[in-house]
T-cell receptor, first 113, second 118 residues
Framework: GENVEQHPSTLSVQEGDSAVIKCTYS??????FPWYKQELGKGPQLIID?????GEKKDQRIAVTLNKTAKHFSLHITETQPEDSAVYFC????????????FGDGTTLTVKP | DVKVTQSSRYLVKRTGEKVFLECVQD?????MFWYRQDPGLGLRLIYF???????EKGDIPEGYSVSREKKERFSLILESASTNQTSMYLC?????????????????FGDGTRLSIL
């Protein structure tokens, strides 16, 4: 089955700096790659996603890039703010009827004021 | 906004008890999922369902079962709870195939049930 590896497991940055989280996947049939943010005491919430027919997608301070050949994708957060502190999960999904995803192990991002 | 509601935020049960975790979604989603979340292990899929009365095993189904009698409700059952099932349990829902042809869509999560088995 699909295997998703996520790095780093923890990341600490100064407010205003950029943060990058990287994921690799194993199944070349995966074609949907969502990113979720989990704040303390809450469930994960989708922040951005990308499909395999595009290489990059941006939404204000957040961007995701996808390299299908290398089977890796990355989350980029620019101008980080303390409220960006959370656990971030990447996921990969094949276009099946069930819509299930395989998740990475998560990255704990801390943004220091 | 999609709302996924898990019946309990915290639950304490004893070894050997039968435990029910309930999840309800209000967006008429076809797909529903149960995960457990443990530190350093991410989100691991226990079971999922793509229609009423339909269910499929995820990656770690042992010791669990599920029930989906109505579209909006998906229950996780621990037949005989054990201490290694102490964990955070997350329920999620997602829409089924859309006209564009994509079946895989974002998942919407509840806020979790922290279950302790003593």
């Amino acid at each position: 089955g699909e295997n998703v590896e996520q790095h780093p497991s923890t990341l600490s940055v100064q407010e205003g700096d950029s943060a990058v989280i990287k994921c690799t996947y194993s199944d070349s049939a995966s074609n949907y790659f969502p990113w979720y943010k989990q704040e303390l005491g809450k469930g994960p919430q989708l922040i951005i996603d990308i499909r395999s027919n595009v290489g990059e997608k941006k939404d204000q301070r957040i961007a995701v890039t996808l390299n299908k050949t290398a089977k890796h994708f990355s989350l980029h957060i620019t101008e980080t703010q303390p409220e960006d502190s959370a656990v971030y999960f990447c996921a990969a999904s094949i276009n099946t009827n069930a819509g299930k995803s395989t998740f990475g192990d998560g990255t704990t991002l801390t943004v220091k004021p | 906004d999609v709302k996924v509601t898990q019946s309990s935020r915290y639950l304490v049960k004893r070894t050997g008890e039968k435990v029910f975790l309930e999840c309800v979604q209000d967006m008429d989603h076809e797909n529903m999922f149960w995960y457990r979340q443990d530190p350093g292990l991410g989100l691991r899929l226990i079971y999922f369902s793509y229609d009423v009365k339909m269910k499929e095993k995820g990656d770690i189904p042992e010791g669990y079962s599920v029930s989906r009698e109505k579209k909006e409700r998906f229950s996780l059952i621990l037949e005989s709870a054990s201490t290694n099932q102490t964990s955070m349990y997350l329920c999620a829902s997602g829409t089924g195939p859309i006209p564009s042809g994509y079946s895989n869509q974002p998942q919407h999560f509840g806020d979790g049930t922290r279950l302790s088995i003593l």
